[in-house]
């Protein structure tokens, strides 16, 4: 399956500032998505980035406060802009995986936990 | 729009034995794919099983199976000879089939199951 390199794993910012996540993919993937999970929550989609295109964004979620580039196939980044203590929480990139034992899933980064302080 | 719903927050077996956990999901939708993944404190996502929704037979993965009822839009997770390693979070989720016009192409996930493994 494909492997994903998510930096950084975890950070301490100051209210007001902004953090980029980024995550580096050993292969070519058309569609790279980013979730947030809040403390003891689960998984909810902010964006699907498709190369050379705008991200599209769900709903809840603007461009504004979390601007993703996509600038090849295998890199993408997500930035945390203006930060606010409710910002606090993991965030993890993800991939469709067409190789995954042989079949088709999604594989996950390791997550940056981001605290705002 | 689709949702997942895990109804048990917290699950607790004894090592060796089975439990299963329960997830429900609503969707207008006839072609999906389902899936169970494991979130243990590392916080890495590791798919566990994934169900085709036009696939009568359920899917199977060594110790993991699912019970997948279309009709009644449930997909639980059976978990065969628990081992402390099973100790996580285990989430539930739902993606459309996007070659039959469906909608977003990420995971929507349930709440999540915590489960607890005694020795």
């Known amino acids: 399956s494909a492997v994903i390199s998510q930096k950084p794993s975890r950070d301490i910012c100051q209210r007001g500032t902004s953090l980029t996540i980024q995550c580096q993919v050993d292969?070519?993937?058309?569609?790279m998505f980013w979730y947030r999970q809040q403390p003891g929550q689960s998984l909810t989609l902010i964006a699907t980035?498709?190369?050379?295109?705008?991200?599209?964004?769900e709903s809840g979620f603007v461009i504004d406060k979390f601007p993703i580039s996509r600038p090849n196939l295998t890199f993408s980044t997500l930035t945390v802009s203006n930060m606010s203590p409710e910002d606090s929480s993991i965030y993890l990139c993800?991939?469709?995986?067409?190789?995954?034992?042989?079949?088709?899933?999604?594989?996950f980064g390791s997550g940056t936990r981001l605290t705002v302080v | 729009a689709q949702t997942v719903t895990q109804s048990q927050p917290e699950m607790s077996v004894q090592e060796a034995e089975t439990v299963t956990l329960s997830c429900t999901y609503d969707?207008?939708?006839?072609?999906?794919?389902l899936f169970w993944y494991k979130q243990p404190p590392s916080r890495q996502m590791i798919l566990v099983i994934r169900?085709?929704?036009?696939?009568?037979q359920n899917a199977t993965e060594n110790r993991f199976s699912v019970n997948f009822q279309k009709a009644a839009k449930s997909f639980s997770l059976k978990i065969s000879d628990s081992q402390l390693g099973d100790a996580a979070m285990y989430f539930c989720?739902?993606?459309?089939?996007?070659?039959?016009?469906?909608?977003?192409?990420?995971?929507?996930f349930g709440k999540g199951t915590h489960l607890i493994i005694q020795p």
């Open positions: 993800s991939v469709e995986d067409l190789r995954f034992r042989g079949n088709y899933g999604y594989t």
């Open positions: 169900q085709e929704a036009y696939k009568q």
């Open positions: 969707t207008s939708e006839s072609d999906y794919y």
């Open positions: 980035a498709n190369q050379g295109s705008e991200a599209t964004y």
């Open positions: 292969s070519q993937v058309t569609m």
């Open positions: 989720a739902y993606r459309s089939d996007r070659f039959s016009g469906g909608g977003a192409d990420g995971l929507t």
